[in-house]
């Protein structure tokens, strides 16, 4: 079975630009959530998706958004770019017969200059 | 609110012996934890989990022991491999009373260093 795939690998994008990473979660499973990694803060849950609905958010501007598709698959968008928003953004997925065990893609590197 | 901690930053073993990374928790109604191991540059890795009515859970060379008074888990990797260097995170799911679906809390990871 194929592992979550996360799309674009590297940016590197300019302040005040937006940007939208993709994410693809493992067959079969429904549940999607992002993370921000950052040195400083660790790995910070933004939200979650799913059945195409946001289920919960974590503690991020409103900058910050996401949307699910009917297949599962989700993106998150990033407007206005700040050179804090460089980070390491990271997605998982889980089955909903163990929805507590995530399982994560390679992430995308985000740099902003 | 740091509700999942990792205490020790990095940690530096001998290949063969045992590693010992340890977590501890705040929020007494997490009953599910994991730990992943990290690549610099990858995404994290699960590596085994515990659920709260158990204390010990064994996986191969990975055992995780979990000390529900002390709000306490440990994971120990016997016999402990240079390939095992890497981060490792402890989490635990925010689900108390179920509003917080998806959301995993992570402590701030442990270096664990293998030397040949």
């Known amino acids: 079975k194929a592992g979550v795939t996360q799309t674009p690998r590297y940016l590197i994008k300019t302040r005040g630009q937006q940007v939208t990473l993709s994410c693809s979660p493992i067959s079969g499973h429904r549940s999607v959530s992002w993370y921000q990694q950052t040195p400083g803060q660790g790995l910070q849950f933004l939200f979650e998706y799913f059945s195409e609905t946001q289920r919960n958010k974590g503690n991020f501007p409103g900058r910050f958004s996401g949307r699910q598709f009917s297949n599962s698959r989700s993106e998150m968008n990033v407007s206005t770019l700040e050179l804090g928003d460089s980070a390491l953004y990271l997605c998982?997925?889980?089955?909903?017969?163990?929805?507590?065990?995530?399982?994560f893609g390679p992430g995308t590197r985000l740099l902003v200059l | 609110d740091q509700q999942v901690k990792q205490n020790s930053p990095s940690l530096s073993v001998q290949e063969g012996r045992i590693s010992i990374l340890n977590c501890d928790y705040t929020n007494s109604m997490f009953d599910y934890f994991l730990w992943y191991k990290k690549y610099p540059a990858e995404g994290p890795t699960f590596l085994i989990s515990i659920s709260s009515i158990k204390d010990k859970n064994e996986d191969g060379r990975f055992t995780v022991f979990l000390n529900k008074s002390a709000k306490h888990l440990s994971l120990h990797i016997v016999p402990s491999q240079p390939g095992d260097s890497a981060v490792y995170f402890c989490a635990a799911p925010a689900n108390a009373g179920g509003t917080s679906y998806g959301k995993l809390t992570f402590g701030q990871g442990t270096i664990l260093t293998v030397h040949p």
């Open positions: 998982a997925s889980s089955r909903p017969s163990r929805p507590e065990t995530q399982y």
